[in-house]
């Protein structure tokens, strides 16, 4: 067994991200005690960041029991969570395809501009692209609900320099309604790359790409668990940065909570697709997109743009 990052240290104790597997104490009365101390950090973050009685998105979550599956993280709230395999590759698209339905711009864009109106079919398509990359690299994770088998959430991660063959071709034709948003994406990474030219560099840096749960299971703080665990997995495959890009207020908030700088941001309003303003009717707090980095092997940085949502 094997551990990574040393998250505090107490008397005799070191406290750390276990990379491959969880041990529970071998004393069960002794459970309740260490849980309670390995969440105490998180509690105290969490009066600071928002207040009493509010916990943050990144809440670190010790294991439930043992397992011997070796793709398995943790368990937290009758869900497993385990690295994404191929064996889950169409049930993670499917999910994430489907919560993207309501993605805040397309959806928006959609209501004042019907002919790009993005359907459940386009977002299949362009999430598909990245699945056979997310799902066999070892940085992805999922939630599974082991008792139904069924996926209750996924994070997919990718190389932030990877672009499937035929995607770039394909989502700057402009003959796709995605076209737009993947270009605004793209110009984010350009602007963010200049400001960090280091993030350009191959294998320096992951992205943290999209993450999803399922309808069934919102509002039981899955993605809290599932975005945090990823950066373990990325950490020990020797990024340095872990990056994401936020078009609205719930993700950015999610990583400003754990700790992620706000490299380059932009009011979609203002952003020009082929000569004209496209995301204009965003309801707020939606509306602006961030670019943000994480230094995955010191565990953070300076917040430089902390957002109020």
Known sequence: MSFSTV???????????????????????MEGKLSHNILQPARKMSTKMFGENKLPYCVPVPARKMSTDPM??????????????PEHRDAALIVLARAFCTEPATSALGEIRPEMRTELHDWVEFVDYWMDHCSSNGLSV?????????????????DLMMVPPGFYEKYTSGNKTLS??????????????????????????????MGAVHPNY????????LFPATFPLAQQAGFKYGTAETTNAVTSQLCFANEFTAVHE???????????PLY???????GKWTFWVKDLQTGGHERALPLQV
């Open 7 to 29: 998250l505090f240290r107490e008397g005799k104790l070191s406290y750390r991200i276990f990379s491959t597997a969880r041990k529970m104490s071998a004393e069960p009365h």
């Open 72 to 85: 398995e993280l943790f368990t937290a709230d009758k869900l497993s969570y385990r690295i994404l395999t």
């Open 142 to 158: 999922m939630a599974m609900d082991v008792e139904r088998g069924s996926i209750a959430g996924v994070a997919i991660v990718r």
């Open 180 to 209: 737009p948003w993947m270009n605004f994406l793209w110009h984010m990474d350009a602007e963010a790359t200049k400001k960090m030219p280091e993030l350009g560099e191959p294998g320096k840096a992951v992205d943290f790409w």
């Open 218 to 225: 919102r509002g039981s703080k899955i993605m809290s668990r």
């Open 266 to 276: 932009e009011e979609a309003a203002e952003w020009l697709w082929r000569g004209e």
């Open 280 to 286: 204009t009717n965003q309801k707020k707090p939606h």
